[in-house]
């Protein structure tokens, strides 16, 4: 199964969707060869390359080149379509993402005005799995930069920089995070009616992840 690497996307930012560095590697990430024609969607300000194939989405800036990645989690019931629905295309399975990490620490901010921040082990390693939670999330990459819910993206998280190892040294590289809300099948899990609702970023540390973007961090 092909892997991604998170780390090698660095260098692929402000690549124009013409770039042979960035078709070699996404054909590195297709079972087929060659690689998928893309739908491409344009707007004003995005033009959107989706490869429903590869289970992600690239966003490139008509001037700046590629911005940022979508890569989505499909569900594995998808639900039934309705009666007359036109079909909509579906993201397959993504390939397998593999975070690393040059530390084996993350800190936290401090609970009370004054104490210091705190300083918890995690893996160097992180296999995102399709049933990876929010708490898995904050645990590698510590506490988001801003977090928010409403709209179409329902709760989501973000790291403005996290850094990441690279084959050379280091990179730094942006994160967010949407969180797919289980609904009412929250509480038919044993974790859930242990712990009743609670508040929604409570839940939300529950719920396993959406969709993940990396995008380019500004210098």
Known sequence: MPSLDPSDLASLFSQPSSS????????SLSSTSPLPEPEIKSYPDTIYHNYYSLGLSLAFHPAKGLDSIDIYNPLPHPQPKRANQKPSPVYSSPPEIILRFPTDSISLPPKKEGEKPLS???QTTFKLLP????????SHFGEPTRKGSGGWTGLWLEWFSVDLKAKEGEVKVGIM???RDPGANELLTEEGRKKGMGGVWERAS???????????VDQ
């Not at 042979?20 to 054909?27: A, F, G, N, R, V």
């Not at 959406?210 to 380019?216: A, D």
Request: aromatic share 16%; hydrophobic share 35%; no cysteine.
């Open 206 to 216: 529950r719920w396993e992840w959406s969709n993940i973007k990396f995008f380019k």
């Open 177 to 179: 995070v949407e969180l």
């Open 131 to 138: 049933n990876s939670t929010g708490r898995d999330l904050v």
């Open 20 to 27: 042979t560095s960035l078709t070699s590697y996404l054909q």
């Open 120 to 122: 918890i082990p995690r």
